[in-house]
């Protein structure tokens, strides 16, 4: 991809030549270190008569006022290219340092052609011109050897394009890449340069023209970064976030395109502000109105946001989904002066728009839980993603094209009628217990980090040795607590394994059986053993899962023996990733074969 360089603020002066001068880096490379060398360019030129500026530069040391335009300068035309180098790269040598004198193992000074024979190698072996230009030249210079040892100079001359997303394709500008220094505008020709100046839309010279400023403008859609606008009071729609200390803002607006995640804390007096306080209710973030573009003024459709799902968390921890018909909420209440009951504690948006730009759908997930009055500050989560209108229900994050990516998560899900189900959210997938300082296995909320592909690590809580009066529901509770909630079934063997496929999924495979045992047995670790292997060619080969097995351990003494004289237990989990690749060999995939016919008269007239 290749972008159209220009320059925002350009004053032209008059000259009396046709040659421009251009100072160019030269990139060359030294041995395995690179080194910039500059020399000049010379492009020659015919400056059209309507670039020819009427405004000379003012002089530091004149006190008259200067000259003003009589005539309104011209925009600069909306497209251009590169003028053609009268310098060539296969001129230029940065180590020739002494004239009409051969310089050691400088292999591009011409002087040299007799002492070459002797050259171990060359100081400079390859010259270009400019990195920003998406198309250059490029003087490689080696040395090979002939039969009676000497070395022999190989020199070389080819374009070389540039991938580079922000490489110069074509420029505008009369006087090639120089950028001589511009006056600063006044209030009088303010006007004059901001209309020569800004008449530039970026775009290749085929595509230039078709779009201009006008329409953009014109255009009812949002564009990226654009603020979204709503129906109502509000008239921006707002996604709070943290300031410069942890306290929620929330007269933060949300942007076009830009994919936010946010935590904050809010300071709740419960008695004042559990029923009263707006941020603390549901309703404040569903019953919200968005214009589908941002022309207000055309007659465009207002999307609502529809509420996808809504999850109450109980005092201890454990969520369950609440059925809401007919569009109801659930309203914060004070359940008793130190309890406060339905309470936002998650918002998480997706919105999706068209190829124009516009909002077509938005939809909304709640978690809502409980404050107690003894907690210091209520903590907030805040989610926005945009997903492009394709056809799709939902939008998929996949953790490698076709492998793995190291650090990414790994892709989990369970097993359904039509293939295989897996979450929106790339963090809920397959997770371990997040180590936390104090943290009880039993009590209180549990974080959780998702198993990241080829990390191994290790976490764990603290198991009170007086809470296990009740051994079978102990051991339940800890087995949920190492596993996670909506324990995955299935791993992706690829990072982006499609979803209707069932050969692209691996089980995780699990031996554990209670039984029945004589003395109080819980989960003491929970271990996951995932082996993979590089697939494919040597050249580009890609991390492929192949097994996961999940190992849980349990006591087989008493839990007072094994704890000694402490009242605690330490519960472990972890995961570890074990390469199991064999030895890639070079070969063939199928053994070559002659498949030679002989013309039927091949041995007449002998048969």
Not at 74 to 99: E, F, I, Q, Y
Not at 506 to 534: D, Q, R, T, Y
Not at 586 to 598: D, E, F, M, S, V
Request: some cysteine.
């Amino acid at each position: 991809m290749a972008v159209t360089a220009t320059v925002l603020f350009v004053l032209f002066t008059v000259v009396t030549t046709n040659k421009n001068t251009t100072s160019n880096n030269l990139n060359t490379k030294v041995g395995d270190q690179n080194v910039t060398y500059n020399f000049m360019e010379n492009y020659t030129t015919t400056q059209p008569t309507e670039f020819d500026s009427t405004s000379p530069t003012p002089s530091s040391s004149s006190t008259e006022e200067p000259v003003q335009p009589t005539v309104p300068a011209k925009p600069l035309p909306a497209s251009g290219r590169l003028l053609t180098p009268v310098t060539n790269v296969d001129s230029v040598c940065p180590c020739d340092k002494h004239k009409d004198v051969c310089d050691i193992n400088c292999c591009c000074d011409r002087v040299c052609s007799e002492e070459v024979a002797l050259f171990p190698s060359c100081s400079v072996d390859k010259i270009s011109g400019k990195k920003m230009l998406c198309s250059r030249h490029v003087a490689s210079y080696s040395l090979g050897s002939t039969m009676d040892g000497y070395s022999e100079l190989q020199s070389s001359v080819r374009k070389e394009t540039n991938y580079d997303i922000f490489c110069i394709q074509s420029q505008n500008r009369v006087d090639g890449l120089s950028h001589p220094s511009p006056a600063l505008p006044t209030d009088s020709s303010f006007d004059s340069l901001f209309k020569e100046l800004t008449s530039f839309i970026f775009g290749s010279e085929e595509t230039s023209g078709q779009v201009s400023s006008a329409e953009l403008q014109a255009s009812s859609g949002y564009q990226y970064g654009d603020v979204m606008m709503t129906a109502g009071e509000r008239g921006m729609f707002m996604l709070p976030a943290a300031a410069v200390t942890a306290d929620c803002i929330d007269n933060s607006p949300a942007a076009f395109l830009k994919d936010q995640s946010s935590g904050c804390s809010r300071h709740v007096i419960l008695e004042q502000d559990c029923g009263a306080l707006p941020a603390l209710s549901m309703d404040t973030y569903t019953n919200i109105q968005i214009f589908a573009g941002k022309n207000k003024d055309a007659e465009l459709e207002v999307v609502p946001v529809e509420v996808a799902s809504v999850v109450l968390q109980s005092v201890d921890g454990t969520q369950t989904e609440l059925k809401i018909s007919g569009g109801g909420n659930v309203n914060p209440v004070l359940l008793n002066p130190s309890l406060c009951a339905h309470v936002v504690l998650k918002v998480v948006y997706m919105m999706k728009y068209n190829p124009a730009g516009e909002i077509v759908n938005v939809s909304v997930s709640l978690l809502l839980g409980f404050v107690r009055e003894g907690e210091l500050s209520l903590e907030q989560k805040f989610h926005i993603t945009f997903v492009q209108e394709d056809g799709e229900e939902v939008a998929v994050h996949y953790s490698g094209n076709p492998g793995y990516v190291v650090g990414l998560p790994l892709v989990s899900g369970t097993r359904i009628a039509e293939g295989f189900a897996r979450s929106m959210d790339p963090r809920d997938t397959l997770s371990l217990l997040h180590s936390a300082e104090d943290q009880d296995c039993l009590q209180g909320t549990h974080q959780r980090s998702p198993v990241l592909f080829a990390l191994d690590s290790v976490s764990g809580c603290t198991l009170r040795l007086e809470d296990t009066a009740n051994c079978s529901l102990v051991f339940q509770l800890l087995l949920d607590v190492l596993r996670g909630p909506n324990h995955a079934q299935y791993v992706a063997s690829f990072g982006n394994s499609p979803l209707d496929s069932p050969i692209d999924w691996v089980p995780i495979k699990n031996n554990f059986n209670p039984g029945e045992a004589h003395i109080c047995s819980i989960p003491l670790s929970l271990h996951l053993e995932i082996e993979w292997i590089k697939y494919g060619s040597l050249v580009n080969p890609q991390a492929q899962i192949v097994s996961i097995t999940e190992v849980i351990q349990t006591n087989t003494t008493r839990l007072d023996v094994l704890s000694g004289s402490s009242s605690t237990l330490s519960i472990m989990s972890s995961v570890a990733f074990i390469p199991v690749s064999s030895t890639a060999l070079p070969g063939y995939r199928a053994t070559p074969t002659i498949n030679g016919k002989l013309p039927f008269d091949f041995f007449f007239p002998f048969v």
